[in-house]
């Protein structure tokens, strides 16, 4: 394929994947309320929440626009999920035709199990969130008061989904380079530190 054609195709096809997004950003924004809601239940499990107004779950916010980024980071990220199987096919679409057969047929496969161990990673995260939160906040002096803002909160809340996601997807991604040829079986052991058959055997006489 030709170079400009080749550009092309990545124009058109990052074109159909950011206005993808833009539309599930847009759907964000109506659905902003009950998201957030949920986003922020680990918090209201801990007693922290009720620090500042006795039976009502509070957050703080330190800043006149720092309310209105909330509201379109949280869009962001159900449009980045909304539009998902949109700008992943747009990806895979333009990377396919450089792949061999056999590894056309190995990424189908990794990307069908990629996708849920993600999510189960950060499903695993939501439901312990409230406890890791309990444990970290719980290291303040009697005397305080929790005053955690919504922005501080958030990134906690993404970075916990995002670390977690990936987690779940390194001995997947370890199994698809070892197929593919790009990291050997060998190159695994030796970066861990597990003995070759040669040397057990060795050992062994």
């Given at each position: ?26 759907v ?42 909330l ?128 040397s ?6």
């Open positions: 394929m030709p170079l400009m054609e080749h550009l092309r195709e990545l124009r058109n096809r990052l074109l159909i994947a950011l206005a993808a997004v833009i539309v599930g950003i847009i964000g924004w109506f659905f902003f309320d009950p998201v957030w809601a949920y986003i922020k239940e680990p918090f209201c499990d801990t007693p922290q929440a009720q620090q500042l107004r006795e039976g009502q779950c509070t957050l703080t916010y330190g800043g006149i626009f720092q309310s209105f980024f509201t379109l980071k949280v869009s962001a990220l159900v449009g980045l999920v909304v539009s998902s199987p949109v700008w992943l096919y747009q990806i895979w679409a333009f990377v396919t035709p450089a792949l061999y057969r056999n590894e056309k047929r190995y990424s189908i496969t990794f990307l069908g199990i990629a996708v849920p161990l993600f999510l189960l990673g950060a499903a695993l995260a939501y439901f312990i969130m409230d406890t890791s939160l309990a444990i970290l906040l719980g290291f303040a002096p009697s005397d305080t008061v929790a005053t955690i803002q919504i922005d501080e909160y958030l990134g906690y809340v993404l970075i916990m989904l995002v670390i977690f996601g990936i987690s779940f997807e390194l001995p997947l991604l370890l199994v698809f380079l070892n197929i593919i040829g790009v990291l050997s079986h060998a190159t695994v052991k030796k970066s861990t530190g597990a003995p070759s058959s040669s057990c055997s060795s050992s062994a006489r």
